[in-house]
């Protein structure tokens, strides 16, 4: 079981980085927001970059637990792919100030692009496996499942985003918006926006 003082750092972390970008976030505001001392933050975590890294895998480790659970209630590719689009949109809804963190922070340092780009690659394979079972049985027709993959998991995370900047953080009017992002990103998949 992980420590308390762990959550607590990770908590005015993610509050910290999200209020002043990566390059900015001090330690000692960490620290304060955490209301413990910065050595207890150096003693779990070497430097602000170590810290930011454990904070977004372990955010990138919830949502794909979160997206495989949604999505090992049905074997059938169409629903998977549904519900991967309902999981991840309400998991970015849920955690909107995450959501700003992973899709604005992290892409800052080639070392930070190096560090999520392997949960980022789970995800969009979990999502090509579910393309290309449903291309072979003849559901889906597909030039280019990885690609395809990859889009998806870009598109919904910028209608997420545009969702949360435009709400202004504010989580019920979020919320509110959930079923019309499933619904248009569902219509766009499946449908295309051919008349």
Aim: glycine letters at 6%; aromatic letters at 8%; one cysteine or more.
């Amino acid at each position: 079981m992980r420590h308390e003082t762990i959550d607590l750092i990770f908590d005015a972390a993610v509050e910290v980085f999200a209020e002043y970008g990566f390059e900015r976030a001090k330690v000692d505001d960490i620290a304060m927001k955490a209301g413990i001392a910065k050595g207890t933050i150096y003693y779990h975590f070497k430097s602000k970059e170590e810290l930011f890294v454990a904070l977004m895998n372990e955010g990138l480790e919830k949502m794909l637990d979160h997206i495989h659970v949604e999505m090992d209630r049905t074997e059938s590719p169409r629903e998977q792919l549904r519900r991967i689009l309902a999981a991840q949109v309400r998991f970015l809804i849920g955690h909107g100030t995450f959501t700003k963190l992973l899709l604005t922070e992290v892409w800052g340092s080639k070392e930070r692009q190096q560090a999520f780009r392997s949960r980022i690659r789970q995800y969009i394979d979990m999502i090509e496996q579910v393309l290309r079972r449903g291309t072979e049985q003849g559901i889906f027709h597909l030039a280019h499942a990885n690609e395809t993959a990859a889009s998806i998991f870009g598109a919904v995370s910028v209608a997420v985003l545009h969702t949360i900047y435009r709400c202004q953080d504010q989580s019920e009017q979020m919320e509110a918006e959930i079923p019309k992002i499933i619904d248009t990103l569902e219509h766009l998949l499946f449908n295309g926006i051919n008349a």
